[in-house]
Each structure stands twice: as structure tokens, then as C-alpha cells.
């Protein structure tokens, strides 16, 4: 069993990982939309790539699991970029 510190230390590894992941994606993005490609297509690609990734790895009823929670998440700006008013 690990203790608290290798955890903790495992967690902020992971959250690093996705955010230099995060940076990369939105880098991509931006290149994209610079060579001309639809912002809107890139995104819909995305979410096509990572829904495909996420049921390979975690199958089609975890992922639907989480899908259903999208919604919700979505309403409450957990994907906004911009402060709500």
C-alpha cells in the first residue's frame, strides 16, 4: 500500500500529465484553425477520437455513464472559458 505522500504525489503527476496534454490539444487547435480547417469540425473530430479512446479503454457503459453526466457539468461552466455573469 502507498502511503499518503506517494499518493499525493501520483495525483499531482496525473493532473500535470492532462494539463500538459490539455496545452498540447489546444496548441493543436490553434494550428488547425491558422491552416484554415473549421473550428467547429476540429472539435467535432475531437470528440469523435475521444469518446472512441474512452470506450476502448473503460467500455461503452462506463463511458456512457459519464456521458450522462455531461449536462449537468456543461451548465455549470465546468467547460467555460469565460467567467459567467
Not at 501520483?10 to 473550428?39: H, N, V, Y
Not at 467500455?59 to 455531461?70: C, I, K, P, Q, S
Amino acid at each position: 500500500m502507498m502511503d499518503d505522500n506517494a499518493q499525493q504525489q501520483d495525483r499531482f503527476a496525473a493532473a500535470e500529465e492532462r494539463q500538459i496534454a490539455l496545452s498540447i490539444l489546444m496548441e493543436t487547435f490553434a494550428e488547425a484553425t491558422l491552416d484554415g480547417l473549421d473550428e467547429d469540425s476540429m472539435t467535432q473530430a475531437a470528440l469523435f477520437v475521444a469518446f472512441q479512446k474512452l470506450v476502448s479503454c473503460y467500455g461503452e457503459d462506463a463511458v456512457a455513464t459519464f456521458a450522462e453526466r455531461l449536462p449537468e457539468r456543461v451548465r455549470h461552466g465546468e467547460f467555460s472559458t469565460m467567467t459567467r455573469q
